[in-house]
């Protein structure tokens, strides 16, 4: 058999050239003769190896590689399809009454041990049943959050119609299922993954749901162990950071593989330790000479930011699937097992000088946030990316700024908001904004700078 796929994958090599590949035309040539619907699936199997697609009069044809153009409007829920494939997993497992009795009692448990851990920073041991466990809390946010981060990608024209994806601490398979869903069908992707622990048995059963020209490969490797092959376009850091005993080195040493065009992408919770520590990770990387395309883009040449980077973009929450409103149900629906937020930090890094903002600052006009000691309780003009959503408790609002500069954390706040400045509530996450006649004032409380906006500052979107 394996001549055979062999002789098939030879005749395609070379009429892939010349005309459509034909399974009807071809069987004849290929040693043994074999139907030609065994030449068909074969040829569907190596799509991404040969770069093909199969058109609608059955014949396949070459991918052109050009930039994907992926629509996205947002992650509503989790595709009803893979809670099926996790349900019979747990069924699998348990059987059909996994949210009941010890079953469901000893998921819950570990459930809460998961996050007792994840906070006091000590890492998870992943056995069977806490790869399940995750799976059920953490499934449906992970798919949507690399969803809301690579779209952005896409959205600049950084993907192409033919992706080498390598994903380093894979876990259950949510980020593999958002990259999945979020690419076009006619995208070829070769997906490796690398999980060594249990998890990797429940990603194996979410790769069957991909479709053909999607590739998956699982290495049982740790993130340290493992020696990636070739170039990658996309080499994706999702929620395992801050699971390295070095993730600068780790990152650094990965990031020798990521192809001169291609962007070394890393995600984290919200929280403070996991988000600080990624954009931590992302400044070593840049002092050892590659680029930052964002969210905290240097806005000023020359400047690199030196403040704690606690940043993070905040999206709709998700229907709350079935799985989890079965698991909260058998415990008195209290939603303690029900997480349909999505809240995440990430970083990208390239070898490039493309950055997530360009725009050219007249240095004559506009204030840095490195020089705001010089400028406090004066109004002044300044550039800056918003970098948070509201983050006030029912006072004005407030948001985190930036403009890769600064030292300080730097913050605005809305005292009043009118037809002039209200950009600054309206915009989104990594939006730049331009501030003409903001007070620039020392909060000694928070040990930061407020840039306050009021009835006398305008704020617009910058071009």
């Known amino acids: 058999m394996t001549d055979k796929r062999q002789s098939v994958r030879d005749n395609a090599r070379y009429l892939r050239e010349v005309r459509p590949i034909d399974p009807e035309e071809i069987w004849e040539y290929v040693d043994g003769q074999p139907h030609p619907a065994v030449i068909r699936q074969i040829l569907r199997e190596s799509t991404v190896e040969l770069g093909i697609r199969e058109r609608d009069d059955g014949t396949f044809v070459p991918v052109e590689e050009q930039p994907i153009s992926a629509t996205f409007a947002g992650v509503d829920s989790f595709p009803f399809e893979y809670g099926t494939a996790l349900e019979e997993l747990l069924v699998e497992a348990y059987g059909r009454g996994w949210p009941d009795g010890e079953s469901g009692d000893s998921l819950r448990e570990t459930i809460r041990g998961m996050k007792a851990e994840y906070f006091a920073g000590s890492p998870v041991e992943y056995d069977r049943e806490t790869a399940l466990a995750y799976a059920l809390y953490h499934l449906p946010d992970n798919y949507a959050v690399v969803q809301y981060v690579l779209s952005r990608l896409a959205e600049a024209d950084l993907f192409s119609t033919r992706l080498r994806i390598l994903d380093v601490g894979a876990g259950v398979g949510g980020p593999m299922l958002g990259v999945h869903d979020l690419l076009p069908e006619d995208a070829l ?166 950055r997530m903002v360009d725009i050219a600052l007249d240095t004559g006009r ?33 948001y985190k700024v930036s403009d890769g500069s600064e030292s300080t954390d730097h913050y605005a706040v809305l005292t009043r908001e009118s037809m002039l400045n209200t950009d600054l509530s309206r915009a989104d996450y990594g939006d730049p904004l331009v501030f003409e006649n903001a007070l620039l004032l020392w909060n000694d409380d928070e040990e930061s700078y407020n840039l306050v906006v009021d009835d006398e500052t305008v704020v617009d979107r910058a071009g």
């Open 189 to 354: 992707v070769e997906y490796q993954a690398v999980e060594p622990s249990a998890a990797a048995d429940v990603f194996e059963r979410f790769a069957e749901e991909t479709h053909t020209g999607f590739e998956p490969t699982l290495h049982r490797e740790t993130a340290e162990e493992f020696s990636p092959e070739g170039e990658f376009d996309i080499l994706l850091f999702a929620n395992v950071l801050s699971e390295l005993s070095d993730p600068d080195a780790v990152a650094g040493r990965y990031m020798e593989s990521v192809a001169p065009d291609g962007s070394l992408v890393g995600i984290a919770p919200a929280d403070r330790e996991t988000a600080i520590g990624l954009r931590q990770t992302e400044r070593a990387l840049e002092r050892d000479g590659y680029s930052v395309w964002g969210p905290q883009v240097r806005l000023w040449e020359n400047a690199r930011p030196t403040d704690r980077g606690w940043s993070f973009d905040v999206r709709p929450d998700l229907d709350v699937p079935a799985f989890q409103q079965a698991l909260d149900a058998a415990a008195g629906r209290e939603g303690e097992f029900v997480n349909a937020d999505v809240q995440y930090a990430f970083s990208v890094v390239r070898h490039d000088d493309e």
């Open 366 to 398: 506009f204030a840095r946030f490195s020089d705001s000691e010089s400028h406090v309780s004066n109004r002044v003009d300044c550039v800056a990316l918003k970098l948070s959503h509201d983050l006030s408790d029912g006072g004005n609002p407030l």
